[in-house]
């Protein structure tokens, strides 16, 4: 498993979502081991599985950066937005490049754990944006497509040096 970074097909394509059997399935606690190891060690608070080329519907947050604070979403589905937020947001995929973007401050936000049980939750302020950030991986939707014209002017070169590093 390994990290891929804008333009590599892999983040744009269309994920499935996990069965309660696989939830609770070795396999997938260890392929969310490897998720973890490389989310830290990336210093990073969320990592979604199209960004490991996997393409399932489950995604990692780590809004404190701390494995103690990791939490594992499958199958997430946003029931409720309150408020908006602009704030500043960076990729994995996308190393070097911050762009504002707005998100919902509050969210309720429904989901399967990896005891196989539905959860819903209400998370605000940054756990709130890690979730919606993490979650716009699972629909293909990248930084890219979020980010404002202006911020676009201002990132194209970077955008440009990172497609001609993966040639
Ligand atoms: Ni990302």
Same mark, same amino acid.
């Given at each position: 498993?390994?990290?891929?970074?804008? $333009?590599? $097909?892999?983040? /744009?394509?269309?994920? @499935? $979502?996990?069965?309660?059997? *696989?939830?609770?399935?070795?396999?997938?606690?260890?392929?969310?081991?490897? %998720?973890? *190891? =490389? %989310?830290?060690?990336?210093?990073?608070?969320?990592?979604?599985?199209?960004?490991?080329?996997?393409?399932?519907?489950?995604?990692?947050?780590?809004?404190?950066?701390?494995? *103690?604070?990791?939490?594992? /979403?499958?199958?997430?589905?946003?029931?409720? &937005?309150?408020?908006?937020?602009?704030?500043?947001?960076?990729?994995?995929?996308?190393?070097? =490049?911050?762009?504002?973007?707005?998100?919902? @401050?509050?969210?309720?936000?429904?989901?399967?754990?990896?005891?196989?049980?539905? &959860?819903?939750?209400?998370?605000?302020?940054?756990?709130?944006?890690?979730?919606?950030?993490?979650?716009?991986? /699972?629909?293909?939707?990248?930084? /890219?497509?979020?980010?404002?014209?202006?911020?676009?002017? @201002?990132?194209? &070169?970077?955008?440009?040096?990172?497609?001609?590093?993966?040639?």
């Amino acid at each position: 498993m390994e990290l891929v970074t804008y $333009p590599h $097909p892999a983040l /744009l394509r269309k994920t @499935r $979502p996990i069965t309660v059997e *696989e939830a609770t399935s070795a396999e997938l606690q260890a392929r969310v081991e490897e %998720m973890r *190891e =490389i %989310m830290h060690q990336s210093d990073g608070v969320g990592l979604a599985a199209p960004q490991v080329a996997w393409s399932v519907r489950l995604l990692l947050i780590s809004p404190a950066g701390t494995r *103690e604070s990791d939490e594992l /979403l499958l199958n997430p589905v946003i029931k409720a &937005r309150r408020g908006k937020v602009v704030g500043e947001e960076g990729c994995l995929s996308f190393p070097g =490049i911050y762009v504002q973007v707005e998100r919902a @401050r509050e969210i309720d936000v429904e989901f399967l754990d990896d005891q196989g049980q539905i &959860r819903r939750e209400t998370r605000k302020d940054f756990a709130a944006r890690v979730i919606q950030h993490e979650l716009d991986h /699972l629909e293909n939707i990248l930084l /890219l497509h979020r980010m404002s014209p202006a911020d676009r002017v @201002r990132v194209k &070169r970077d955008l440009e040096a990172l497609s001609q590093s993966s040639d």
